[in-house]
């Protein structure tokens, strides 16, 4: 199988120096590209155990959210439920920003998310049982963690992009860019020593005839 080279290139001096060039560059970015890769691929499974463990409590939360809604249902009534419920003053407030991950964006989530009264709810203790505060309570939570979980697996996301387009950067560097550079300088050097041992002997033939005339 033929080695592949760079198309187009005269093997000159000049054209040799740069090619050397070019790939002691390609060879530090590959360098650099797997330590990027690598780094990468820890943060993710860094982040993935944390995913974990924020579903599980999301998956609490809103499990026990939903047995305290029913267990309120049974006490108050559905129709008495959704009264209340109708007079909760909805509100979530979250800030967005970001942070750099190896040169990756992440979104950073803080939600101003906290144990309200009922009073701060909009309905009153005198016709509400203390299963439905409980529930409202816990559904805040769940919110809560619901924006948490939501950061976590968007930065899992951007990472796992990066991760995979990291590793096809350094694929095409190792087998493709890299090999190509290595065989055109190896072309170069053979074919300018070629020339010069074509040179050597055209001279020596040159002074040969010379001296014979």
């Known amino acids: 199988m033929a080695q592949e080279m760079i198309e187009g290139i005269n093997p000159t001096r ?6 050397k060039d070019r790939e002691k560059l390609a060879v530090k970015g590959h ?21 974990k463990g924020s579903r599980e409590d999301v998956e609490k939360t809103l499990t026990e959210a939903y047995k305290d809604l ?6 108050m009534g559905d129709l008495a439920v959704k009264k209340a419920a109708m007079s ?8 967005i920003d970001s942070r750099s991950v190896m040169g990756v964006v992440v979104p950073v989530l803080d939600s101003d998310i906290h144990k309200r009264t009922m009073v701060e709810r909009g309905y009153g203790f005198l016709d509400t049982s203390v299963k439905l505060d409980e ?13 948490e979980l939501g950061e976590i ?14 590793k096809r950067r350094v694929n095409a560097l190792e087998h493709i860019i890299i090999p190509k550079l290595e065989n055109t300088v190896k072309y170069i ?25």
């Open 189 to 213: 050097e053979m074919r300018l020593e070629e020339m010069e041992r074509e040179n050597f002997v055209r001279l020596k033939m040159i002074k040969k005839t010379m001296e014979m005339e």
């Open 14 to 19: 000049m054209e040799l120096l740069k090619l």
């Open 153 to 166: 697996e968007k930065t899992i996301i951007l990472l796992a992009g990066e991760i995979e387009s990291t």
């Open 135 to 147: 529930a409202a309570h816990k559904f805040e939570e769940s919110i809560k963690l619901i924006i």
């Open 70 to 75: 029913t267990a309120a249902q049974i006490v």
């Open 31 to 51: 360098s650099l590209l797997k330590e990027k890769r690598n780094a990468l691929i820890m943060e993710f499974f860094n982040i993935l155990e944390r995913v």
């Open 88 to 95: 909760v003053k909805e509100f979530v407030d979250v800030d």
